[in-house]
Structure formats: structure tokens, C-alpha cells
């Protein structure tokens, strides 16, 4: 089992930027074909999905609320998975969490692994607090 950390949370004025770390405690080889995925929860509401990458080729999911303002990206020689996100708004304030699980390719980039996992995921770790005041 993979054990996840996450950090680079902060409070931030909407129009600003932070940047989310994710860091897995594995080996290179063992990383090399999982589906690693952020999540968020706003106080009061569900798990959402917010992006995933296939550790395999580096192929992404955004949900459709971040698309074009967040970016996944990994770092292999580091197994860090990163959310750059820029252009926050106040509905971005969440409890950000990563979660990493074996999977196929198709089912990460299509997000169909997110969907199935923020109900799913047993390992959620502690997570990283971002706050957007408007």
C-alpha cells in the first residue's frame, strides 16, 4: 500500500496561486502504473474529484470546474505528484487530499477512477487545508 503525503495548502486572495504536493512512499517500479488523484471537501459537502494522473505515461483528468485553471504534473525520480493551481476562487476553499491506487490508463484518464475512489478510498490521509478569500 502506497502512504501518501500531502502539503503546500495556505490561504491565498482569489485570483492567486498555490501549489500542492503529493508525496508517495514507494518505490519508483512499484509506482510506475497507478492512477494518483486529488481530491477536495468543502464543510457540508461530498468528496469531490479534482484531477488524476496515470504514473505510466503522465496522461490527466481534470473535473470540469478546474480545467484550465489546474494543472497535474508528476515528478517520477521524486514519486511526487504536484496540482499547480492558479486563478482561485473562493469556491475552491476545500480540505485537498491525494489518493493513489493501481489502475489502468484508460480508466484514469477518463476519470472513472476518480468518480469510483473518492466513495471508495480507505487511505485517506490527513490532507492540506486551502483556504480563497474573495
Known amino acids: 500500500q502506497v502512504q501518501l503525503v500531502e502539503s503546500g495548502g495556505g490561504s491565498v486572495q482569489a485570483g492567486g496561486s498555490l501549489r500542492l504536493s503529493c508525496a508517495a512512499s514507494a518505490s519508483e517500479y512499484t509506482y510506475a502504473s497507478y492512477c494518483v488523484g486529488w481530491f477536495r471537501q468543502a464543510p457540508g459537502k461530498e468528496r469531490e474529484a479534482v484531477a488524476a494522473i496515470y504514473t505510466g505515461g503522465g496522461s490527466t483528468y481534470y473535473a470540469v470546474s478546474v480545467k484550465g485553471r489546474f494543472t497535474i504534473s508528476q515528478d517520477t525520480a521524486k514519486n511526487t505528484v504536484y496540482l499547480q493551481m492558479n486563478s482561485l476562487k473562493s469556491e475552491d476553499t476545500a480540505m485537498y487530499y491525494c489518493?493513489?491506487?493501481?489502475?489502468?490508463?484508460?480508466?484514469?484518464?477518463?476519470?472513472?477512477?476518480?468518480?469510483?475512489?473518492?466513495?471508495?478510498?480507505?487511505?485517506w490521509g490527513q490532507g492540506t487545508q486551502v483556504t480563497v478569500s474573495s
Open positions: 489518493a493513489a491506487d493501481r489502475g489502468g490508463f484508460y480508466d484514469c484518464y477518463s476519470g472513472s477512477w476518480s468518480e469510483r475512489t473518492k466513495y471508495e478510498y480507505k487511505n
